[in-house]
């Protein structure tokens, strides 16, 4: 019997207040990292060197549930599983087949995934049977060779029969890309047409400044209101209001008849429609992405069995969720931005 069939049914929906912030806006979309490893070493995210957390800081499944179902509780209607890659975590699937239970409730709308792709085929049929709808898939070009320069360890064979597993099991797949000057920055319009051709969306994100990587991100950052000027010399791009939850502001390609998205947090940041909190593995509460100001919930968590103390820590956060980031790409700032990696964070 795993951990999920031991739980109540519920998350006592309505008898927690909804979650909003200083700025009027409700919280109901959370981004949980289930573990800070990854099997790949991508060049814009962390170094090839990682030193990886101990066990013991990391949130077990069951806590993990626990607080997932917190904040669902209180108003959260969407939830993404992240990494690291989140499909390394042993017995996670128990995990997706535990939070699954509150699409029975009514309570949440919405229980997906960000992976980059390694484990996709050994995972898709049984992701489906546990509710994911749809999973996001990181793929930065369509060159095996190249693919392994920018993840250091990938193999970008796995990956696709891994997307080509989610598609077969009905899932809806996403493609992430880092738009990354001087690797990938000309192969965007294929990566389009391919991802088109399949009948997947297609996201395109500016590299971020998270972290300390080997190199210097003023040679990796593309700005993604140039890359949108040079595809709008190829394709007729329509602006439509279709929204994931998340910060994409989607065009149709007239020509694919796909979407395209485009994640700006430096050209043009998204904070003003915010709804999103991240949770990392070790139960740290980031308010955003883009700021160090966090709250510890497993110390709550771990306090007592009731999630009284759980549910005060959760709400004292959201009352300090700031406007917005403060991100900055230049050569005059050599740091970066916020010191922890995005895979500690959750991609």
């Known amino acids: 019997m795993g951990f999920e069939d031991r739980l109540p049914l519920t998350a006592d929906p309505g008898k927690a207040a909804p979650l909003i912030d200083p700025f009027a806006r409700a919280i109901t979309y959370l981004r949980v990292s289930v573990t800070d490893r990854c099997d790949f070493r ?21 806590e993990l549930d626990r607080l997932c179902s917190a904040f669902v509780a209180r108003g959260v209607r969407r939830l993404r599983i992240t990494g690291g890659e ?15 239970r509150h699409f029975e409730t009514g309570a949440l709308d919405e229980l997906t995934l960000t992976t980059n792709g390694s484990q996709l085929a050994r995972y898709a049929a049984e992701l489906a049977s546990a509710g994911v709808r749809r999973v996001n898939v990181s793929i930065d070009t369509l060159d095996a060779e190249k693919f392994r320069r920018i993840t250091r360890w990938g193999d970008l064979a796995k990956v696709l029969e891994g997307v080509a597993a989610a598609k077969a099991a009905g899932l809806g797949v996403k493609i992430n890309a880092v738009a990354l000057k001087n690797l990938n920055e000309h192969e965007i319009e294929e990566m389009l047409r391919w991802a088109h051709g399949e009948g997947h969306d297609l996201t395109l994100i500016e590299t971020m400044p998270l972290g300390d990587i080997e190199g210097d991100r003023t040679d990796q950052y593309l700005p993604l209101d140039l890359v949108r000027r040079r595809l709008a010399e190829r394709f007729t791009l329509t602006e439509i209001p279709y929204k994931t939850g998340g910060p994409a502001r989607y065009v149709r390609v007239e020509e694919t008849g796909g ?3 485009f ?11 915010c ?10 509460l980031y308010m955003c992405l883009g700021q160090e100001d966090a709250a510890d919930l497993r110390a709550a968590l771990r306090a007592s069995e009731s999630d009284e103390a759980l549910g005060r820590a959760i709400e004292e956060a959201i009352s300090r969720k700031p406007k917005g980031h403060d991100f900055v790409i230049d050569r005059r700032r050599q740091a970066p931005s916020v010191g922890r990696h995005m895979s500690v964070t959750g991609g």
Do not use: Q
Request: hydrophobic letters at 35%.
């Open 42 to 62: 991508c060049v814009y995210c962390m170094a090839e060197d990682m030193t990886f957390l101990p066990k013991r800081d990391i949130l077990t499944l069951e």
């Open 86 to 100: 989140p499909l390394v975590r042993k017995n996670i699937m128990s995990l997706f087949h535990g939070l699954s």
């Open 259 to 261: 979407r395209l998205g």
């Open 263 to 273: 994640i700006t947090p430096l050209t043009h940041n998204f904070c003003e429609s």
């Open 275 to 284: 709804n999103r909190v991240r949770v990392t593995c070790t139960g740290t």
